[in-house]
């Protein structure tokens, strides 16, 4: 499957921004679809996850309540909402996708997934 993010830009701290992200070449019912992003001069770290159906999420402490990963599965698309956004934010969003869904404790000590896009950059300003 290829996974092709957009939507990153530059924002002021407090604003909000919707990451998309397109999927081609599987069946995209059948993946977990997640976020992920690497901020500069760290690791890759896990932001939210959501099962094929849609019916179970997990996501990461730092962003709880202020981001939300949905999907549309007639569109072959998976979504990150980001509000209220805080310059620590500032990052390279990747989503990926995986044939299964684990735990929140394989993505919280950082699993990851099979499929990975291209990134898309988030700057958050103060």
């Known amino acids: 499957v290829q996974l092709q993010a957009s939507g990153g830009g530059l924002v002021q701290a407090g604003g909000s921004l919707r990451l998309s992200c397109a999927a081609s070449?599987?069946?995209?019912?059948?993946?977990?679809m997640g976020w992920f992003r690497q901020p500069p001069g760290r690791e890759r770290e896990f932001v939210a996850a959501?099962?094929?159906?849609?019916?179970?999420?997990y996501s990461a402490d730092s962003v709880k309540g202020r981001f939300t990963i949905s999907r549309d599965n007639a569109k072959n698309t998976v979504y990150l909402q980001m509000n209220s956004l805080k310059p620590e934010d500032t990052a390279v969003y990747y989503c990926?996708?995986?044939?299964?869904?684990?735990?929140?404790?394989?993505?919280?000590?950082?699993?990851?997934?099979?499929?990975w896009g291209k990134g898309t950059q988030v700057t958050v300003s103060s």
């Open positions: 959501m099962a094929r159906s849609g019916d179970s999420t």
């Open positions: 990926a996708a995986d044939s299964r869904f684990y735990s929140g404790s394989y993505y919280y000590t950082g699993g990851g997934m099979d499929y």
């Open positions: 070449g599987g069946t995209f019912g059948t993946y977990a």
